[in-house]
């Protein structure tokens, strides 16, 4: 079956980091991607990882440990806007190359 | 960045009534496009993947009768919502994969999403 975890919320401080875990189990795996959604709108592209280790992006970095089914999303020097909710993906290879979402983060970013 | 749109933003029907949701690959054509639905402070919920010039394939439990599919074109994904109810009320989300080539099969974007009120 599909099964995608990750925390339902979290608070952190501005200028603080944050990491923000994700656990998978899927028929096939060809990638892992973070989004993150403000409410009322579509999610946006943050990270993607196909290979394990880390992908740093800026003040994003993403990691993925495949015989883990594990990742995390760290995000450093964090500011106000970064209160959201932040969507793990799978991609199924097994189908389509379709994304299973997991439940989403909701992070809220206190001054 | 590539841009995909929706449309309507918002719409309001009456239960009984058919509503079209039109999705676009406005700079990128999209061999396959991804049909979502959302309940509020929930996540994606997948509900058929779209391919041009083929029939949809549906997610267990979702109705294909009920929620109708077309592809007709690589930038252009339709889904109709016929006799709508009260609990069909979401967001939904469309979003479009480039086609192949470059490795731009591995970037999949997302359309800003039209929020669907039964009354």
């Known amino acids: 079956g599909q099964n995608i975890d990750q925390p339902t919320e979290m608070t952190a401080t501005e200028g603080a980091i944050v990491q923000i875990n994700c656990t998978y189990q899927t028929s096939g795996f060809n990638g892992l991607f973070w989004y993150q959604q403000h409410a009322g709108e579509a999610p946006t592209f943050l990270s993607y990882?196909?290979?394990?280790g880390l992908e740093e992006k800026g003040r994003f970095s993403s990691f993925l440990s495949r015989s883990k089914g594990y990742s995390y999303l760290l995000l450093k020097e964090l500011q106000m806007k970064d209160s959201a909710s932040y969507l793990c993906a799978v991609r199924d290879s097994s189908g389509y190359n379709k994304l299973i979402f997991g439940a989403g983060t909701r992070l809220a970013v206190h001054p | 960045g590539a841009v995909v749109s929706q449309h309507p933003s918002r719409v309001i029907c009456k239960s009984g009534t058919s509503v079209k949701i039109e999705c676009r690959s406005l700079?990128?054509?999209?061999?396959?496009m991804f049909w979502y639905r959302q309940f509020p402070k929930k996540s994606l919920m997948l509900m058929a993947t779209s391919n041009e010039g083929s029939k949809a394939t549906y997610e267990q439990g979702v109705e294909k009768d009920k929620f109708l599919i077309n592809h007709a074109s690589l930038t252009l994904s339709t889904l109709t919502v016929t006799s709508a109810h009260p609990e069909d009320s979401s967001f939904y989300i469309c979003?479009?994969?480039?086609?192949?080539?470059?490795?731009?099969?591995?970037?999949?974007?997302f359309g800003p999403g039209t929020r669907l009120t039964v009354t």
């Open positions: 990882n196909v290979l394990d």
């Open positions: 979003s479009a994969r480039a086609s192949g080539g470059g490795g731009r099969e591995n970037e999949q974007y």
């Open positions: 700079d990128f054509q999209a061999t396959t």
